[in-house]
């Protein structure tokens, strides 16, 4: 991570197609320094910039962390704070915040090798995303998160309720934060 990179937000929104209607709002309704992740794979290249860029402007309002699912010249370009993506996509990051996605140990262990910053690890629960995907429950998260040296953060069906039930203190959702 770029040392001038604050550490890394507790709690993280994701964005897609489902929640597309509803990202200014939930943006607004984050605690002030939380973190989106801008996905949004369904729009072309002209559509995704003018909807990262407008999303951007929001989230910085709140000081939101901003990260672009994408590569580290497009994020650079779009003035992201860092990139999004699996262990091989993040390797190539320059001077930028790298956040990794693992669902396994192994794919935990290539975060960690190339350089992440933070991991997303998932899915905890069970999730609109990938249903029918097995998951790692709260035990098995546990267990893969201790393996890490950098902060790993828990997607997945997560809520509130679950956070808190199962004391994960960073953790990001796509529509569990309402």
Request: net charge negative; no cysteine; aromatic share 8%.
């Amino acid at each position: 991570m770029a040392q001038d990179q604050p550490s890394l937000p507790l709690l993280w929104l994701l964005s897609d197609a489902r929640n597309d209607a509803g990202l200014e709002e939930a943006l607004s309704a984050l605690p002030r320094g939380s973190g989106f992740v801008f996905r949004h794979y369904h729009l072309e290249l002209t559509a995704r910039k003018a909807r990262f860029l407008a999303l951007a402007r929001v989230a910085r309002q709140y000081g939101h962390m901003v990260v672009l699912s994408d590569t580290w010249m497009l994020a650079k370009g779009w003035e992201a704070d860092g990139i999004y993506g699996n262990a091989q996509q993040i390797a190539e990051g320059h001077d930028q915040l790298l956040l990794a996605t693992a669902h396994d140990g192994d794919e935990l262990q290539a975060a960690i090798a190339a350089k992440a910053d933070g991991i997303f690890l998932s899915p905890v629960f069970p999730t609109a995303s990938h249903p029918g995907s097995q998951t790692l429950g709260p035990h098995g998260f546990s267990v893969l998160a201790q393996q890490s040296p950098v902060p790993v953060i828990a997607l997945g069906g997560m809520t509130r309720e679950r956070a808190a039930a199962f004391g994960i203190a960073r953790w990001g959702a796509i529509d569990g934060l309402g």
